[in-house]
């Protein structure tokens, strides 16, 4: 099958850059990513390319090359389904809210509303991608809603899940550990599954593209961040066995990474992960075990999940009892709102749990991020009906400069490992604080003994000083 048109479903954190990409490698393509979000798609037409809604170290300079080449970004969804011969699923699938599996089920409401708009819109025979993180056994479902429309159209579903880490996504989609796609074993499926793999080796290697069945492919997308969270919590684990004991934690992540079994990745101890992906794939494994019954199996996982929760916990109450058991009226500032640095995502942000703890004890919250709107910061706040009232919003304010934003702090808490927060002159932050001055770096970010010299009082998760 030769592929001239590419249509995207939704424009968010992995739409748009992973087609950006595409677009990029396979100028002989045109790729058109739609939302029904009308800012969204206005935002990635910006000329201004400061304001992608989306911001990835190197996008910018990538959207910029192939945008009004062959990357497209609209509103026509019809449009772009009916002219395109593969067209990606990459909307959101949020844990349920309502109804059975509430607080751990994936809600599939927005990719069965894709699946039947491809399927009323479709004329002529489609491969659809599932990007989206999915459960196991989505796919079926999907093609039972393409297969029973009464068109005469015939449509081969593959899974194609995406394994970036925001922050570095476009070094990720450019260089890619490894691209999966799963598909049917019959011959239409083993040729779109051929039509897909053909588009990604126009810059990926063959020997990184595997490929599986479709049921394999959805379960390794939750099995690989359930792996990689898991890691996050056995280390933020230890960071409190440590403080109690003497030992570091730095120490001893050191001394295990050094292990060629274990290895050295995602052993950073720290107040939490968050990210749309890590909490959401955990809680849908969960999920997926209990429904089997496999219980044993979904409480092991859902350990993970409570003990990401806990070290939040605990990082608000060390600040609560550090500053002599009572924040009420103090200023904390929190340098960093998203999850993570390079991005501007806040989904299960740590900052907002130990932000919304804090207000909760009447502390005065200001925060500063170099990416983060402060729109996104009290949207973010609402979101957990937490700072319902005008008091209470009155609590929690955002500055557009660090250095004010620490000034006349009680304390710091850093939430966000950027790298511009190294480069601060401590020194005069300090001097503009209430003393005693404390800093609680949640992501470990500092050199405490410098920071000590300074005349800081320092919190470091993870050690028994």
């Not at 300079?61 to 011969?85: M, Q």
């Not at 699946?115 to 819109?121: G, K």
């Not at 922050?167 to 999966?180: E, H, K, W």
Request: charged share 25%; aromatic share 8%; hydrophobic share 40%.
């Amino acid at each position: 099958m030769k592929i001239k048109n590419i249509c995207c479903i939704g424009a968010g954190y992995v739409g748009g850059p992973t087609m950006a990409v595409i677009a990029q490698k396979c100028p002989h393509i045109n790729v058109t990513v739609v939302d029904i979000n009308s800012e969204r798609i206005a935002a990635w037409n910006d000329e201004d390319l400061s304001k992608l809604p989306v911001f990835e170290p190197g996008l910018d300079t990538i959207v910029k090359e192939a945008r009004g080449r062959n990357l497209f970004f609209s509103t026509e969804v019809e449009k772009a389904i009916n002219e395109a011969e593969i067209i990606f699923i990459s909307v959101n699938t949020p844990t349920k809210t309502y109804g059975k599996g509430k607080g751990m089920a994936a809600d599939l409401k927005y990719i069965e509303l894709c699946a039947r708009q491809i399927a009323r819109v479709s004329k002529e025979d489609k491969i659809v991608v599932e990007k989206s993180t999915l459960p196991v056994r989505t796919a079926s479902a999907i093609k039972s809603i393409l297969d029973n429309t009464g068109n005469d159209v015939r449509f081969q579903v593959l899974s194609n899940p995406e394994f970036l880490a925001e922050g570095t996504a476009v070094s990720d989609l450019l260089n890619p550990d490894r691209v999966l796609i799963g598909g049917d074993t019959s011959p239409e499926g083993v040729k779109a599954v051929n039509a897909l793999v053909e588009i990604y080796e126009n810059w990926v290697p063959k020997t990184l593209i595997l490929t599986t069945n479709v049921w394999s492919s959805e379960l390794s997308k939750l099995t690989a961040n359930a792996f990689l969270a898991q890691r996050v919590s056995s280390i933020n684990a230890i960071s409190e066995i440590c403080e109690k004991t003497g030992a570091d934690v730095n120490e001893v992540a050191k001394a295990i990474g050094m292990d060629s079994r274990i290895g050295s990745k995602f052993l950073k101890a720290s107040v939490g992960y968050g990210g749309s992906c890590f909490q959401k794939d955990i809680l849908n494994l969960v999920y997926i075990a209990k429904s089997y019954g496999l219980e044993e199996v979904a409480n092991y996982w859902e350990q993970v999940v409570i003990m990401n929760e806990h070290q939040k916990q605990r990082f608000s109450d060390n600040i609560v009892q550090t500053l002599y058991n009572t924040v009420s009226g103090k200023k904390i500032a929190f340098l960093g709102w998203a999850f993570k640095k390079d991005t501007n995502d806040t989904r299960e942000s740590a900052a907002i749990k130990v932000a919304d703890n804090l207000l909760n004890e009447q502390a005065e919250i200001v925060v500063y991020d170099p990416k983060v709107s402060q729109e996104r910061i009290y949207a973010d706040l609402d979101y957990l009906n937490s700072r319902t009232s005008e008091e209470n919003r009155a609590l929690l304010k955002v500055l557009s400069d660090p250095y004010e934003a620490c000034k006349d702090s009680h304390a710091i808490a850093i939430l966000t490992e950027w790298d511009a927060f190294k480069t601060y002159d401590w020194k005069r932050i300090y001097n503009n604080m209430q003393k005693p001055a404390f800093i609680f770096d949640g992501r470990g970010i500092l050199d405490i003994k410098v920071m000590e010299n300074i005349g800081f009082v320092c919190y470091k998760i993870g050690s028994g000083d």
